[in-house]
């Protein structure tokens, strides 16, 4: 589990549309750095040290899993890809964009390329007022002054106004969501994708335990014998893990990622068991159901029947490794008629079949971007 820290970032912009500059640019923080968790009013001030348009200034918490180091490396490429031009000139200019790094929770850093906390934040009204907005009571690591004691005793006399624009917040999955739960058929990249969310908002992730369960090997050499016995392992296992893991939410995770639903257990019943054992495992499930919470997402991964034999090929699984295109599209199909019939169930389908989001950020970051807008 990456660590996740606080950091505070001054922005500002004084070229074109301001207050849009600022918008896309706390986007790209959210989609590049971490969460953003606060935002300040949009303060107007007159350029500082040089003469030139006034600026629109902000600051903004965000709490991110990047070093120091990578986290400005991330900041100026935002920067030069929402248009900012640096030059060798050390004379301050009109600029598109210009993000600072202020605080990084409490840590000095001392660096040729990065200081921190910034080495002017003390003499500039127009970052001490927004950030004071956001963390007042926040101490400066050096100055050993809370923000707005520091605000108070800033010798800067520029003028400084609040403007009615605002500026949104993107709310991030782990405020929007409990608990979201992703399916697919086998080998479509569901515990991957899992355990990635997890990471990226560090998220409590619950994983189906199917490697544990002895019935397994067996049923993919005779299925006939071993379905019912496996499905209804698989069952009881599922119920309780759910409900011990959902019950009872971690003290600093409220936000949990499943890579199954218990709804699994019954694609797949359908599809293994005989009719009589079918519906004595239909009751058994149905009293189960009654008591699981229901995700507040449920995310189905589509992948077509070629790409999950490539991926169950390549992960190399020896009791996979005689799965078949019809049994694939049998779970699939299964799969299919759920989400038809669970119209109260908050179902996203996400095709991944032409994309890596494993290896490919932007891939994943298309996915993350999906989930957000729905």
């Given amino acids: 589990m990456k660590i996740q820290r606080t950091t505070y970032l001054s922005l500002g912009s004084n070229k074109g549309k301001k207050r849009d500059n600022l918008q896309q640019a706390v986007h790209r923080i959210a989609d590049d750095v971490g969460a953003v968790k606060k935002i300040s009013s949009i ?25 120091p180091e990578v986290l400005m490396n ?20 009109d600029r598109i964009i210009d993000i600072d790094i202020l605080l990084f929770d409490d840590e000095i850093v ?5 200081k921190i906390p910034h080495e002017k934040m003390l003499e500039r009204k127009f970052v001490l007022a927004p950030l004071a907005e956001i963390a007042k009571n926040i101490l400066h690591p050096v100055e050993k002054k809370q923000i707005h004691i520091c605000l108070k005793n ?22 929007k969501y409990n608990y979201i739960a992703i399916e697919g058929n086998i080998g479509a990249g569901k515990t991957s994708l899992a355990n990635m969310i997890s990471d990226e908002y560090n998220a409590k992730v619950v994983l189906e335990r199917f490697a544990d369960n002895p019935f397994l090997p067996k049923f993919y050499k005779e299925q006939e014998r071993y379905a019912f016995p496996l499905e209804m392992s698989f069952l009881a296992d599922r119920y309780q893990q759910l409900s011990d893991d959902l019950a009872q939410f971690d003290l600093f995770k409220n936000f949990i990622v499943s890579d199954y639903y218990i709804f699994k257990s019954l694609i797949f019943a359908q599809v293994t068991l005989q009719k009589d054992e079918y519906a004595l495992y239909r009751k058994m499930f149905d009293i189960m159901y009654k008591e699981i919470t229901k995700p507040d997402l449920y995310i189905y991964l589509y992948q077509n ?31 299919s008629n ?19 989001f494993v290896k490919n950020i932007s891939d994943y970051k ?9």
């Fill in 305 to 335: 029947t070629e790409r999950l034999l490539e991926n169950i090929k390549k992960r190399g699984r020896d009791f996979e490794q005689n799965i078949e295109a019809s049994y694939l599209q049998k779970i699939h199909d299964g799969y």
């Fill in 366 to 374: 298309s996915i993350i971007n999906k989930v957000n807008l729905f």
């Fill in 154 to 175: 800033c010798d800067d006399t520029g003028h400084i106004e609040v403007i009615q624009e605002t500026l949104n917040r993107p709310i991030p999955l782990s405020e």
């Fill in 338 to 356: 759920f989400i038809k019939t669970k119209q109260k169930l908050n179902t996203l389908i996400i095709d991944v079949s032409e994309l890596d």
């Fill in 74 to 93: 991330k900041l100026l490429t935002i920067e030069e890809s929402l248009g900012r031009v640096r030059n060798d000139s050390k004379s301050y200019s």
């Fill in 43 to 67: 303060y107007k001030t007159a350029s500082w040290g040089y003469e030139g348009e006034d600026f629109f200034n902000i600051c903004i918490q965000v709490s991110t899993y990047l070093q």
């Fill in 110 to 114: 001392f660096s040729q390329t990065l």
